[in-house]
C-alpha cells in the first residue's frame, strides 16, 4: 500500500533551540516531495533524514519572517551545484521574488535549472499549483504580516480513462490515443479548449489531504482551508497561559489550534511552530489533547506515516 509520509525537517519558531530547528516539513509520495518552509538548516537536515533534494517539486513559503524563508538560498545553490535540471516552483507572498533575486545576485550561484517564483496576491483559497501527484490551494490567514496557509492534496490515479469527464468535455480520442495516455506515454493533449495534462483524463483512485497554517492566529479562512483534512498542522507557539502573547504575535496557543481541528472535523492534528522556551513542550500537548484527543507533537527528525 502507498503511503504520504511527512518529515518534521524543523518544529520550532522564530529561534533555534537545542532540541527545535527551524520551520521546514516535507510531504513526501514514492519519489516526489512538497516543501513546507525553508528554515535556516534545512538543506543539512534534508540529507540527514536520508531526503534527496532533487525530489522537492514545489516549496511553499508561508510568509517572508526570516526563520521561514532564510534556508532557501542555500537550498537552490546546492541543487545547482547538484547539476539538478528539474524545473522547481517556489510559492509565496509578495517580496519572495525580490528577495530570492537580490541574494542570488550577490552569491551568484550559477542556476540552470528553471526557477519558477510565484507570488500569491489576494486572500481567497483557490489553486495555485497541480501537477499528477500534488495540487496545491492557499488561503491568507492572520498574522503580523501578509500569511498564507496551504492546503496539499496528494493524489493518486486509476490507470484507466474518466470516459464521464472526457464526455462532459466533449473531446474525443482516437484507442491508440487512449492507450498512450493509459501508460503514461503522453504528458500533455492538445484539445479545442486548449492544453491539457494527460491526468486529468484519468479517474481518480484516492487522494490525501495536508493543511499547514504557517504562523498564524485562530481565523475563519484557515478553518475553511482545513475543514475534513487527514491531517492538520497548525501553529501551537504558546501554551494557554501566555494567550495573550500568542495573539498579540499574531500565534495561537495549542489550545486554539485544538480548536480549530475539532471544528474543522480533521482526523489528526500536529502541533507545530513551538517556541524555544519549551525545553519541554509536553505540555502543549496536554492541553491540545483535552479538546482534541487525535494531537501529535513531533519532534525534529520525526517520520509520520499515513495509508494512503
Same mark, same amino acid.
Given at each position: 500500500?502507498?503511503?504520504?509520509? =511527512?518529515? *518534521?525537517?524543523?518544529?520550532?519558531? #522564530?529561534?533555534?533551540?537545542?532540541?527545535?530547528?527551524?520551520?521546514?516539513?516535507?510531504?513526501?509520495? !514514492?519519489?516526489?516531495?512538497? !516543501?513546507?518552509?525553508?528554515?535556516? +538548516?534545512?538543506?543539512?537536515?534534508?540529507?540527514?533524514?536520508?531526503?534527496?533534494?532533487?525530489?522537492?517539486?514545489?516549496?511553499?513559503?508561508?510568509?517572508?519572517?526570516?526563520?521561514?524563508?532564510?534556508?532557501?538560498?542555500?537550498?537552490?545553490?546546492? !541543487?545547482?551545484?547538484? +547539476?539538478?535540471?528539474?524545473?522547481?516552483?517556489?510559492?509565496?507572498?509578495?517580496?519572495?521574488?525580490?528577495?530570492?533575486?537580490?541574494?542570488? #545576485?550577490?552569491?551568484?550561484?550559477?542556476?540552470?535549472?528553471? =526557477?519558477? /517564483?510565484?507570488?500569491?496576491?489576494? @486572500?481567497? %483559497?483557490?489553486?495555485?499549483?497541480?501537477?499528477?501527484?500534488? &495540487? /496545491?490551494?492557499?488561503?491568507?490567514?492572520?498574522?503580523?504580516?501578509?500569511?498564507?496557509?496551504?492546503?496539499?492534496?496528494?493524489? &493518486?490515479?486509476?490507470?484507466?480513462?474518466?470516459?464521464?469527464?472526457?464526455?462532459?468535455? +466533449?473531446?474525443? *480520442?482516437?484507442?491508440?490515443? =487512449?492507450?498512450?495516455?493509459? $501508460?503514461?506515454?503522453? &504528458? *500533455?493533449?492538445?484539445?479545442?479548449?486548449?492544453?491539457?495534462?494527460?491526468?486529468?483524463?484519468?479517474?481518480?483512485?484516492?487522494?490525501?489531504?495536508?493543511?499547514?497554517?504557517?504562523?498564524? $492566529?485562530?481565523?475563519?479562512?484557515?478553518?475553511?482551508?482545513?475543514?475534513?483534512?487527514?491531517?492538520?498542522? %497548525?501553529?501551537?507557539?504558546?501554551?494557554?497561559? =501566555?494567550?495573550?502573547?500568542?495573539?498579540?504575535?499574531?500565534? #495561537?496557543?495549542?489550545?486554539?489550534?485544538?480548536?480549530?481541528?475539532? @471544528?474543522? $472535523?480533521?482526523?489528526?492534528?500536529?502541533?507545530? %511552530?513551538?517556541?524555544?522556551?519549551?525545553?519541554?513542550?509536553?505540555?502543549?500537548?496536554?492541553?491540545?489533547?483535552?479538546?482534541?484527543?487525535?494531537?501529535?507533537?513531533?519532534?525534529?527528525?520525526?517520520?509520520?506515516?499515513?495509508?494512503?
Amino acid at each position: 500500500m502507498s503511503k504520504v509520509k =511527512l518529515i *518534521f525537517i524543523g518544529t520550532g519558531g #522564530s529561534t533555534p533551540s537545542k532540541k527545535r530547528g527551524l520551520p521546514a516539513i516535507a510531504i513526501k509520495y !514514492l519519489n516526489k516531495a512538497v !516543501l513546507l518552509d525553508c528554515g535556516e +538548516g534545512c538543506q543539512y537536515r534534508f540529507f540527514e533524514a536520508g531526503l534527496g533534494l532533487n525530489k522537492v517539486r514545489v516549496v511553499l513559503i508561508t510568509h517572508m519572517h526570516g526563520d521561514h524563508i532564510l534556508g532557501l538560498p542555500g537550498l537552490i545553490q546546492t !541543487l545547482a551545484f547538484m +547539476g539538478r535540471e528539474e524545473k522547481m516552483t517556489i510559492i509565496g507572498p509578495v517580496g519572495l521574488k525580490k528577495f530570492l533575486e537580490v541574494v542570488l #545576485s550577490l552569491v551568484p550561484c550559477n542556476v540552470k535549472f528553471d =526557477l519558477e /517564483v510565484v507570488e500569491l496576491k489576494d @486572500k481567497l %483559497h483557490r489553486v495555485v499549483y497541480e501537477d499528477n501527484v500534488f &495540487e /496545491v490551494s492557499a488561503a491568507q490567514v492572520d498574522h503580523t504580516i501578509v500569511t498564507y496557509a496551504y492546503q496539499v492534496i496528494v493524489k &493518486e490515479y486509476y490507470r484507466k480513462i474518466n470516459l464521464e469527464k472526457v464526455s462532459e468535455m +466533449g473531446l474525443k *480520442f482516437s484507442s491508440e490515443l =487512449l492507450r498512450k495516455i493509459i $501508460r503514461g506515454q503522453v &504528458e *500533455f493533449i492538445e484539445t479545442p479548449i486548449g492544453v491539457i495534462p494527460s491526468y486529468k483524463l484519468l479517474e481518480k483512485k484516492k487522494e490525501f489531504k495536508a493543511v499547514y497554517s504557517g504562523d498564524t $492566529r485562530p481565523c475563519d479562512n484557515l478553518l475553511k482551508l482545513a475543514y475534513g483534512a487527514d491531517v492538520l498542522i %497548525h501553529d501551537a507557539t504558546f501554551s494557554n497561559e =501566555l494567550k495573550d502573547k500568542a495573539f498579540a504575535t499574531g500565534h #495561537s496557543t495549542a489550545a486554539d489550534a485544538a480548536l480549530i481541528a475539532k @471544528k474543522a $472535523r480533521v482526523k489528526k492534528l500536529i502541533l507545530f %511552530h513551538i517556541s524555544a522556551r519549551y525545553s519541554n513542550a509536553s505540555q502543549l500537548l496536554v492541553e491540545a489533547a483535552q479538546i482534541f484527543p487525535q494531537t501529535i507533537l513531533p519532534s525534529d527528525m520525526d517520520e509520520i506515516e499515513f495509508d494512503f
